[in-house]
């Protein structure tokens, strides 16, 4: 009864998790050599017979008859008398081959056999899991949520793995329930405390690269190559694209008639904005298109200190640095330029003031969250309505408002 629940134990690990035919059959006879040289002292001398295909086994060992008076090896050696008992024609000298009774060990060894037997599959399949999603870093994996937790989600792939995507590296208006269907890219994969752990990210630009790859056939294809990704999760995205064929437009590719290939990538990433960027090797070019829809004036760049100067007409600030200053960070972070926006001079309101102008009545570090966001004279705050300033920067309604008379106050003598 024990040999059957023995085999039973080991087909259902089988049939679950998928393991190969060699590697069980090495599993099932490394565990009853480690048995048999525990009892024995040695396992050497044992032939072990798995029939994966009947669900049985047995366990034969092999001794050479030697004279009862001259027995020196009881595991390696059989007295010719007990020979004899097997078979009357056995003589000294002579190989002989019984059967090793399982439940001959004993109910304790059999269930710690199967216990080690189940923890060597185990440990098979972990490192199975391991190995397959060590190689698909960076792979997008659909999978269906099965537990949602406060600091992570627990997704299951299709063959029942388990995958971590946590709350970091979910979009910030990300909302799943148990039974959701999930897509996501593996960004890490490790052994913790003999477990693999396969982290999944939303957040991640390989994320929307690869979308980008699943969308347009021509950037899977290499005529289109994603040059740099840059995003805010949830909030706006920009992508360089260049082509490798004069006769395709690597921006219009992306983002299809009336939109219809960036459409389902926008609605992946929950209504991200996402900019679609023709890659220049120009760098005035390259960070006049980084800026859109703003329109540049002029530009000047340091190139030792990696650093951009930008002028714009009053009107195109707003514009330049985007909704919580997130197109003028993001239009830096794409280029590899620190870009500082000013009001281009001259015109109608060439009467202006710098900010730190008014270091005596406001406090430095609120000049500096005013400068953070492309306000570096009087009139470009002024520029901004109260309810924008406050968006923009960490400062308070209350200290915008005492500001803004501030600065009035300095035009209206």
Not at 19 to 31: F, G, K
Not at 150 to 175: C, T, Y
């Amino acid at each position: 009864m024990e040999n059957v629940n023995l085999i039973d134990t080991f087909s259902e690990f089988k049939e679950l998790k998928n393991i190969d035919r060699p590697t069980m059959m090495s599993v099932l006879e490394d565990v009853f050599r480690s048995m048999l040289a525990k009892k024995y002292g040695s396992a050497d001398n044992f032939d072990i017979i798995v029939n994966i295909d009947k669900g049985d086994f047995e366990i034969w060992r092999n001794r050479v008859v030697v004279e009862d008076k001259e027995l020196t090896d009881p595991v390696m050696q059989i007295p010719l008398s007990k020979a004899k008992e097997i078979d009357e024609d056995y003589e000294v000298g002579e190989e002989v081959s019984d059967e090793v009774k399982f439940l001959d060990f004993g109910r304790r060894a059999i269930l710690s056999l199967r216990q080690n037997l189940t923890a060597r599959i185990l440990d098979l399949e972990k490192n199975n899991i391991y190995i397959k999603y060590k190689d698909r870093i960076g792979e997008i994996v659909t999978g269906e949520v099965y537990q949602v937790w406060k600091r992570e989600i627990l997704v299951l792939d299709d063959d029942g793995n388990e995958l971590i995507l946590p709350k970091s590296e979910q979009i910030p208006s990300d909302h799943f329930r148990k039974g959701d269907s999930i897509r996501a890219v593996v960004i890490k994969v490790e052994m913790r405390n003999n477990t693999p752990f396969i982290i999944l990210s939303r957040t991640s630009p390989v994320f929307l690269e690869r979308l980008f790859e699943l969308e347009v056939p021509e950037i899977f294809d290499g005529l289109i190559t994603i040059k740099n990704i840059v995003r805010v999760p949830g909030e706006r995205a920009k992508v360089a694209v260049e082509s490798y064929d004069e006769r395709i437009d690597p921006v219009g590719a992306c983002v299809g008639m009336k939109g219809s290939r960036i459409h389902g990538i926008v609605r992946e990433l929950r209504n991200e904005n996402i900019d679609v960027i023709n890659f220049t090797s120009n760098n005035q070019l390259y960070i006049q298109r980084a800026l859109s829809p703003a329109k540049i004036t002029s530009i000047k760049l340091d190139e030792e200190t990696k650093r951009a100067e930008i002028y714009l007409k009053p009107n195109e600030v707003s514009l330049a640095i985007g909704k919580g200053g997130l197109n003028i960070k993001l239009a830096s972070q794409l280029t590899g330029y620190e870009i500082d926006v000013y009001r281009e001079p001259g015109g109608e309101d060439e009467e202006d003031v710098n900010l730190e102008e008014f270091e005596d009545e406001i406090e430095d570090w609120i000049i500096e969250e005013l400068k953070a966001i492309g306000c570096d004279t009087a009139r470009s705050v002024l520029n901004l309505s109260i309810s924008d300033l406050v968006k923009r920067t960490d400062l308070e309604e209350e200290t915008v408002k005492e500001v803004v008379n501030i600065l009035k106050a300095e035009f209206e003598q």
